[in-house]
Each structure stands twice: as C-alpha cells, then as structure tokens.
C-alpha cells in the first residue's frame, strides 16, 4: 500500500516519516539528506490484517513537481500536511489538495495533518512543555476540521516532534483505505 506525503516544505513531511519508521526526531534535519522513501508494516488489530506502508515524501518544491505527479498515480492514501505555525502552508494545502485530485486516483484516502502542534501550548502533543505558546498558532483547530470536513479529509493534529498523533494518522488513513478495497 502506497502513501504519499504532501505539503510545502518545512511543514515536516520528512520528520513524520523518521517519527514513524524510526522513532526518532531530527532537529536540524540536513535538507540535502532529506528522507525520501520509508517503509513499515502496520497491524491492524481488530481487522487482524498486517499491512506494508510505503511512504514517499514529496519534495514540496516546483523544480520536484513533475516527478511528484507520476507518484500520485501509485497512490492509495495521501497525508497532506500543514504547519499550524505557517499561515501559507495552509492556504497552500488547497493548491496541493487540487494537485491530488487532479493526478491521484479519485477513491484515493486523503488526511490533512495539521503539524508542529507541540508548538502551540497542546497539552496533549507536547505534556508539561510550557515553551509552546499559543501564540505562535496561525490556523485555529476548527478551521482547519472545517475544511476538511467540507472536502471530506479526514483531520489530525500531530507533532512529529513529540510523536504525538503520528502513529494514528497513518493507521486512520490504512483503515479507511482497507475499508475501499
Ligand atoms: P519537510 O520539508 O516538510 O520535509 O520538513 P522537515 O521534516 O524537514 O521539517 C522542517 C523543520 O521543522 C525541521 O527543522 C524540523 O525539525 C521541524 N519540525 C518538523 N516537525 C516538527 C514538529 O512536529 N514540531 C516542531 N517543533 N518542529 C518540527
């Protein structure tokens, strides 16, 4: 099973994928050593299925933006990820979302992710941490499950960083592609 992850760059597609095949975060990743391709097998307890994730991440740049497409093809599931501290990278996520649909399959599972959420005062993603400030939020919660909601995404606030919700955003997105097929 094939997933693809999108979003402009520095929204931390490269992270969520270290966080989830290695249980590692990076904090001054190397850009030129950016992690393209992870794989890992994911139990699905309850269908009692195993299944293998492939992960591409997308390098959210134009120059990349052509080979991106012909992946998108492959594709069963699509994270599509923001950074809840950049404003543009959620404007943005509409401009990928019509890339997706223009070049992925139609029945492709789709989850908006909205990342870095350790940053914002989020008890849950970053316990205890009281660095993270609320202010430094741009994209509120509601708007962002509004949108995803009107587009029919499924929506998640992670944190690559502290592990938070990453685990389940790519077993939300295996289960609802299990569901298609
Ligand atoms: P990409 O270009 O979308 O692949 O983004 P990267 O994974 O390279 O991350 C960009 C920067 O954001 C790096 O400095 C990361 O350490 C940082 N970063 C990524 N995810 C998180 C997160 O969940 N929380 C915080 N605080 N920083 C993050």
């Not at 990076?26 to 050593?33: E, G, K």
């Not at 009281?130 to 919660?141: A, P």
Request: proline residues 3%; hydrophobic residues 40%.
């Amino acid at each position: 099973m094939e997933y693809i992850l999108v979003g402009d760059a520095s929204v931390g597609k490269s992270s969520l994928l270290v966080r989830l095949t290695d249980r590692r975060f990076l904090a001054n990743p190397d850009p030129t050593l950016g992690v393209e391709f992870g794989s890992k097998l994911i139990r699905i307890e309850d269908e009692n299925k195993t299944i293998k994730l492939q992960c591409w991440d997308t390098a959210g740049t134009e120059t990349f933006r052509s080979i991106t497409r012909s992946y998108y093809r492959g594709a069963a599931g699509a994270l599509l990820v923001f950074d809840v501290t950049s404003r543009p990278s959620f404007t943005n996520a509409r401009v990928w979302l019509d890339d997706i649909r223009a070049h992925a399959d139609p029945h492709l599972t789709c989850v908006l992710i909205a990342n870095k959420v350790d940053l914002c005062g989020n008890e849950d993603a970053n316990p205890g941490n009281v660095i993270g400030s609320s202010r430094r939020r741009q994209v509120s919660t509601e708007e962002a499950e509004l949108w995803a909601k009107e587009e029919g995404l499924l929506f998640l606030e992670a944190s690559a960083k502290t592990g938070y919700n990453v685990d389940e955003a790519f077993d939300q997105a295996a289960r609802d592609i299990l569901k298609k097929i």
